[in-house]
């Protein structure tokens, strides 16, 4: 692919590639005995490493066993959507004969990126269709409990975050559970919406790719995931920034039902309006946005599609607007998910205040200082501060400027801030623990506040999955939090209840007593979200 320019690059993603250069991230979960141990061979370590074998409904795959956790990545769940594939929904992979090897990650998908003088750009392929497991199981009989992670990065936005790679499930399969991580498609390639995608669609529907590829991948593992001794009927959904968003989205979508049994979002923010954040597009503004981009590419009448089937790959990317900075990627029109009636019926937002959520067990929460990053750079004076703030807060604009007062583009950038902290994931991660509280009680709320050492931006967006897919030692982070965090994400996996592995108890969370908990070196229970 070609070079498709600079972008902004958040801490969180400097941190994980600043990992990646140690060889420190892929070292940990690329060589990894499934339920049929196969060649025995050694690493450059001298330690033993089992090959294997499990049979899914596509074929033979083979992994290989480190340290008793089997992994198994780049396993296709569906077709390469390339070519007619382009914009349609996923398509079933073709069965192969003979045992595919499935023991490095498949290629990325498309998404801006900068290439590293050291590494070099990573590999990005528009096939790019594959999850990857990894799994404690010593048999298929074993039934262990299933954790499916979608990534996030603002659907293809973030500069190279997009990546499963960088998502490495051995330290939460070392706690009894199997893991899976999806990749998905991004940016236009999996949320263009146009009218003449609807036409061609039996659902009247398009932009939504990205989503009904990670439906696929939910349906592959209730197909498969048996095999690896997970059990399908307790699949956990969980993921961060888009994708918890992509979570919220299944847990109003009908087409997602009987998926999944629990859910876990981390800093999805989902508000169809507003305040600053707006992550859906209504069917008009998406087939509007869709045919601009057309344009773009100085295309348009009856073939329109057919003709945009038929770019590359890099000729997509390089005409996709995108932004300068994180604050503009917030407040631009882009891809992303569409309310087109089908997979979507309407905002997240709605549906969760009409009750049309799936009521299953479920934890919701967002970091201390979500809005840093995301407000990075917004180079905004005190008049377009106030602006903006009056823009969207009309009735509330003043008591909004009374608590978040700036005299200075400096306190500007630091109102912005909190602003998005409080209002786009505070308020909508409470919100939605409120409304899935009166369905289901089994609902918890967090607050994640440990700042990584020497870290300004305190605990910003992304950071708690540093220590969930195990970099803690590589960033020097408090062990205890590390563990408590893996702790209580795979309790909650095993049972629907995180508690057990602390010494206080995480309460269930209700309106009344708006409990929550606060993880951080020391957590603690508080009231005030």
């Given at each position: 692919?070609t070079?498709i320019?600079?972008?902004?690059r958040?801490p969180?993603?400097?941190?994980?590639?600043?990992?990646?250069?140690?060889?420190?991230?892929?070292?940990?979960?690329?060589?990894?005995?499934?339920?049929?141990?196969g060649?025995?061979?050694?690493?450059?370590?001298?330690?033993?490493?089992?090959?294997?074998?499990?049979?899914?409904?596509?074929g033979?795959?083979?992994?290989?066993?480190?340290s008793?956790?089997?992994?198994y990545?780049?396993?296709?769940?569906?077709?390469p959507?390339v070519?007619?594939l382009?914009?349609?929904?996923?398509?079933?992979?073709?069965?192969?004969t003979?045992?595919?090897?499935?023991?490095?990650?498949?290629?990325?998908?498309?998404?801006?990126i900068?290439?590293?003088?050291?590494?070099?750009?990573?590999?990005?392929?528009?096939?790019c269709?594959?999850?990857?497991?990894?799994?404690?199981?010593?048999?298929?009989?074993?039934?262990?409990?299933v954790?499916?992670?979608?990534?996030?990065?603002?659907?293809?936005?973030?500069?190279?975050?997009?990546?499963?790679?960088?998502?490495?499930g051995?330290?939460?399969a070392?706690?009894?559970?199997?893991?899976?991580?999806?990749?998905?498609?991004l940016?236009?390639l999996?949320?263009?919406?146009?009218?003449?995608?609807?036409?061609?669609?039996?659902?009247?529907?398009?932009?939504?790719y990205?989503?009904?590829?990670q439906?696929?991948?939910?349906?592959?593992?209730q197909?498969?995931?048996?095999?690896?001794?997970?059990?399908?009927?307790?699949?956990?959904?969980?993921?961060?920034?888009?994708?918890?968003?992509?979570?919220?989205?299944?847990?109003?979508?009908?087409?997602?039902?009987?998926l999944?049994?629990?859910?876990?979002?981390?800093?999805?923010?989902?508000?169809?309006?507003?305040?600053?954040?707006?992550n859906?597009?209504?069917?008009?503004?998406?087939e509007?946005?869709?045919?601009?981009?057309?344009?773009?590419?100085?295309?348009?009448?009856?073939?329109?599609?057919?003709?945009?089937?038929?770019?590359?790959?890099?000729a997509?990317i390089?005409?996709t607007?995108?932004?300068a900075?994180?604050?503009?990627?917030?407040?631009t029109?882009?891809?992303?998910?569409?309310?087109?009636?089908?997979?979507?019926?309407?905002?997240?937002?709605?549906?969760?205040?009409?009750?049309?959520?799936?009521?299953?067990?479920?934890?919701?929460?967002t970091?201390?200082n979500?809005?840093?990053?995301l407000?990075?750079?917004?180079?905004?004076?005190?008049?377009?501060?106030?602006?903006?703030?009056r823009?969207?807060f009309?009735?509330d604009a003043d008591?909004?400027?009374?608590?978040?007062?700036a005299?200075s583009?400096?306190?500007?950038?630091?109102?912005?801030?909190?602003?998005?902290?409080?209002?786009?994931?505070?308020?909508?991660?409470?919100?939605?623990?409120?409304?899935?509280?009166?369905?289901?009680?089994?609902?918890?709320?967090?607050?994640?506040?440990?700042?990584?050492?020497?870290?300004?931006?305190?605990?910003?967006?992304?950071s708690?999955?540093l220590?969930?897919?195990?970099?803690?030692?590589?960033?020097?982070a408090?062990?205890?939090?590390?563990?408590?965090?893996?702790?209580?994400?795979?309790?909650?996996?095993?049972?629907?209840?995180?508690n057990?592995?602390?010494?206080?108890?995480?309460p269930?969370?209700?309106?009344?007593?708006?409990?929550?908990?606060?993880?951080?070196?020391?957590?603690?229970?508080?009231?005030?979200?």
């Open positions: 692919m070079e320019g600079k972008h902004w958040s969180a993603y400097i941190l994980v590639i600043a990992v990646i250069l140690s060889g420190l991230v892929l070292g940990a979960g690329c060589t990894q005995k499934s339920p049929e141990p060649i025995v061979q050694n690493n450059s370590s001298g330690e033993v490493i089992n090959s294997s074998i499990v049979k899914i409904d596509a033979p795959i083979s992994g290989v066993n480190q008793g956790i089997s992994t990545f780049g396993i296709p769940y569906a077709a959507p070519g007619d382009r914009w349609r929904p996923p398509a079933a992979v073709q069965p192969w003979g045992v595919k090897e499935t023991k490095t990650f498949a290629a990325n998908p498309p998404q801006p900068t290439p590293n003088s050291t590494t070099g750009e990573p590999v990005m392929s528009e096939d269709l594959y999850l990857n497991v990894w799994t404690p199981a010593k048999s298929a009989d074993e039934k262990l409990p954790m499916v992670f979608f990534y996030g990065g603002a659907f293809g936005e973030v500069e190279g975050t997009g990546m499963v790679s960088l998502f490495n051995t330290t939460l070392q706690k009894g559970v199997t893991v899976v991580t999806v990749n998905y498609r940016g236009a999996g949320f263009l919406a146009h009218p003449q995608l609807d036409a061609e669609s039996p659902n009247n529907s398009s932009g939504n990205g989503i009904l590829d439906i696929a991948a939910l349906q592959w593992v197909r498969n995931i048996g095999a690896f001794g997970g059990d399908p009927s307790r699949v956990t959904i969980f993921g961060q920034s888009a994708g918890g968003e992509s979570v919220l989205i299944h847990l109003v979508s009908p087409q997602s039902k009987g999944y049994q629990q859910a876990l979002v981390e800093s999805g923010p989902f508000w169809a309006n507003g305040p600053t954040i707006d859906v597009h209504s069917k008009a503004d998406a509007q946005f869709g045919v601009e981009y057309a344009n773009s590419l100085g295309l348009s009448g009856p073939d329109t599609i057919l003709k945009m089937r038929n770019l590359s790959v890099a997509l390089n005409a607007p995108w932004p900075s994180s604050w503009e990627n917030t407040h029109l882009k891809f992303e998910p569409t309310i087109d009636g089908w997979i979507l019926p309407d905002s997240v937002d709605n549906l969760f205040r009409l009750h049309r959520e799936n009521p299953v067990p479920f934890v919701i929460g970091n201390a979500d809005g840093v990053t407000s990075a750079n917004a180079n905004m004076t005190v008049p377009e501060y106030t602006s903006l703030i823009g969207y009309g009735k008591a909004v400027l009374a608590q978040y007062s005299n583009t400096q306190e500007v950038q630091a109102r912005l801030a909190q602003i998005m902290t409080r209002y786009d994931f505070a308020d909508s991660a409470k919100f939605a623990a409120g409304s899935m509280a009166d369905l289901n009680k089994n609902t918890y709320l967090y607050r994640y506040s440990y700042a990584l050492p020497g870290q300004p931006d305190g605990a910003f967006h992304g708690e999955t220590l969930l897919f195990g970099l803690e030692s590589q960033l020097k408090d062990p205890a939090v590390s563990d408590n965090i893996v702790d209580l994400w795979t309790r909650f996996a095993k049972t629907g209840n995180p057990g592995g602390m010494n206080v108890t995480w269930q969370y209700n309106n009344q007593t708006g409990q929550y908990l606060d993880i951080n070196t020391t957590p603690q229970v508080k009231t005030g979200y």
